[in-house]
Nanobody, 124 residues
Framework: QVQLVESGGGLVQAGGSLRLSCAVS????????MGWFRQAPGKEREFVAAITWNGRDTGYADSVKGRFTISRDGAKNTVYLQMNTLKPEDTAVYYC?????????????????WGQGTQVTVSS
């Protein structure tokens, strides 16, 4: 079992930055993939970014490329999502997820474990 706890969400003005953290506990192997997803009101949950636990591979949604950066700290068992130049359309609940496979995937059904989410609100 893997447990995930997100933090770092909040209210920020457009153009601002936030860093989300996902604390990971339980058995995580170097061949796992960590993902960030988000869900806005009335919309489906969508892929944002992912990184393999060994840090070798990453993937980003087109909508966040160049603005968001995913990283992980193996010593702290934590995955981060640095979000810069935030836009009102980035407003959503952000979820951390784990995929027990080393290939980055972008659909929710590829991920087995999920955190409870953290709210990000970007005001215009």
């Amino acid at each position: 079992q893997v447990q995930l706890v997100e933090s770092g969400g909040g209210l920020v003005q457009a153009g601002g930055s936030l860093r989300l953290s996902c604390a990971v506990s339980g058995r995580v192997f170097s061949w796992y993939t960590m993902g960030w997803f988000r869900q806005a009101p009335g919309k489906e949950r969508e892929f944002v970014a992912a990184i393999t636990w060994n840090g070798r591979d990453t993937g980003y949604a087109d909508s966040v490329k160049g603005r968001f950066t995913i990283s992980r700290d193996g010593a702290k068992n934590t995955v981060y999502l640095q979000m810069n130049t935030l836009k009102p359309e980035d407003t959503a609940v952000y979820y951390c997820a784990v995929r027990p496979n080393s290939i980055v995937k972008v659909t929710t059904d590829e991920y087995d474990f999920w955190g409870q989410g953290t709210q990000v609100t970007v005001s215009s």
